[in-house]
């Protein structure tokens, strides 16, 4: 009974309305900190940032009342360097006072790529792997050899170029691949008696390609080095001749001994002992 009269007493009542008051009170002062901390309602449209220099940035987004992080830059040969190139948010989104706006700029140094190993690859996988190095195919050059289909070289301006070398960004290269023995015919030199280098420079522009079939005597790599050839298939005769295109096979040895006397047709290219 006692509880029953406390709950229509006037004490009750005043209690009960103190603590509606307070909550009250407490639940409008979290929400005013709440909307003073988030900025409730405050926001500003996010303004095209694409062309800017990174200079500019600054001043125009503080009348904004906006701030800019730039991020990792980008290279694109279409817009100008030092320049926005893309942001986040986009232009036209809603942002609240203060948001940050992340651009992307245009690199004032154009990166570069490593030109990767094409040789021996098809023209396809060539492509591919250029791709992925951020690098262009330019012309295809096809030339006489037994790498029918194949990339025997790589070249930019008729300069060859070597795996590791490095270019400019989606440069482009041209790839030079085999089609096969040509129906013209070349001179057919002498290779016995000089070493792999020599016998490579030897061939100059006959296009035509040596590869080495055996190494006698030779004990490292060092020894095959200095390797000269005692043999050739097809044999040396004097005014004979080969298709362009064709694999002329050496045998090399690391014992003078093996090597016939016979002339050179490189006569500047002088047989010379092992040391």
């Known amino acids: 009974m006692k509880f029953l009269k406390f709950l229509i007493s006037r004490t009750f009542f005043i209690h009960l309305s103190i603590a509606v008051v307070l909550t009250a009170a407490l639940i409008w002062g979290t929400f005013i900190y709440l909307k003073s901390y988030t900025r409730f309602g405050e926001s500003v449209t996010v303004p095209e940032l694409k062309g800017f220099k990174v200079e500019e940035l600054g001043p125009f987004l503080k009348d904004k009342k906006l701030q800019y992080v730039q991020v990792d830059p980008v290279y694109d040969p279409k817009m100008p360097k030092g320049t926005v190139v893309s942001q986040n948010p986009e232009p036209g989104s809603l942002a609240k006072e203060g948001r940050k706006i992340y651009v992307r700029i245009n690199s004032l140094d154009r990166p570069e790529s490593v030109v990767p190993d094409l040789v021996s690859l098809t023209k396809r996988g060539a492509e591919s792997k250029l791709m992925r190095a951020k690098l262009k195919v330019g012309i295809t050059i096809t030339e006489p050899s037994s790498a029918v289909g194949f990339v025997i070289r790589v070249e930019k301006n008729g300069r060859t170029l070597s795996p590791g070398d490095k270019l400019p960004e989606w440069s482009k290269v041209d790839l030079v691949v085999g089609i096969g023995s040509s129906s013209e015919r070349t001179d057919l ?87």
Do not use: H
């Not at 792999?196 to 006698?216: H, M």
């Not at 040895?253 to 006397?261: H, L, N, R, W």
């Open 189 to 275: 030199p002498n290779f016995v008696g000089l070493n792999l280098d020599e016998s490579e420079a030897l061939i100059g522009d006959k296009l035509l390609s040596v590869v080495p079939v055996l190494y006698q005597g030779c004990e490292t790599a060092l020894d095959s080095s200095k390797a000269l050839v005692f043999r050739q298939n097809p044999d040396y005769e004097e005014g004979a001749s080969v298709y362009q295109g064709q694999v002329i096979s050496l045998w090399m040895t690391c014992g003078s001994d093996s090597i016939p006397d016979t002339t050179s047709s490189a006569a500047r290219y002088m047989k010379k002992p092992i040391n």
